[in-house]
């Protein structure tokens, strides 16, 4: 265990920088109270003032260097994924001032895929909230061809994963992005073949998720046939 004691005013900074890489957490819900992708890990009130795990106030412009630093170092796609949308996401929160930086857009969007087809996710639903953080990113920097990219990685996963995790990553695309008509139609082609596979099963759980998803599109699409036929 290290002690602050032990340490120097820079080695205690990285190390406040890398512990709070890691409490923060996903949110793609909208919630978190820094109005940020990335959210704390826990927060709480006390006294009537709010209390965040980890907390921006103790990270400065030298926290985020070292981010970068690191996205720009390592090897390991997650990590690399990690650090560089910190950056991408928290720089300006934490510094307060200055424009976003979209290279560390672009490092992040690359390493979620690259994670992704490289299979460093070992449960599937972290790959699922790593294609869908790699769609956000590229409608955050509004570049067409990323998104068209971060669709197909969606598409090619959904190959094999399973309907409530094809559903979340339909919805995703249908609320971060304008899919074409194509797009959808592959996108149920998959969620129908999860149906009948989990039917087959008896999986009614996995009959509910496509289910749910399908008809969520084809009513979308005022598609009343195929919405009759679910």
Request: net charge neutral; with cysteine.
């Amino acid at each position: 265990v290290c002690s602050s004691d032990l340490l120097s005013s820079d080695e205690q900074r990285n190390l406040d920088a890398e512990i709070a890489a890691f409490t923060c957490r996903f949110t793609s819900d909208g919630r978190s109270p820094w109005g940020t992708f990335f959210a704390p890990l826990w927060e709480q009130c006390n006294d009537g003032a709010a209390i965040y795990n980890p907390d921006l106030a103790r990270l400065d412009s030298r926290s985020v260097d070292v981010w970068a630093h690191r996205a720009n170092t390592c090897t390991n796609p997650v990590l690399m994924s990690r650090y560089a949308d910190l950056v991408w996401d928290l720089e300006q929160k934490i510094v307060g001032h200055g424009k976003r930086r979209p290279e560390f857009a672009l490092i992040a969007f690359a390493a979620y895929l690259r994670a992704v087809s490289e299979g460093r996710f070992l449960y599937p639903p972290f790959a699922t909230e790593a294609l869908k953080r790699a769609l956000e990113i590229a409608g955050e920097i509004r570049d067409r061809e990323k998104i068209t990219q971060a669709t197909e990685a969606i598409l090619e996963f959904g190959q094999t994963a399973p309907a409530g995790l094809l559903a979340k990553l339909s919805k995703t695309l249908s609320i971060k992005n304008k899919p074409d008509s194509t797009t959808m139609k592959r996108m149920c082609s998959l969620l129908e073949q999860r149906l009948i596979r989990a039917i087959a099963d008896n999986d009614q759980i996995e009959v509910d998720s496509a289910v749910h998803s399908l008809e969520s599109i084809y009513r979308k699409a005022k598609d009343i046939q195929n919405r009759q036929r679910i």
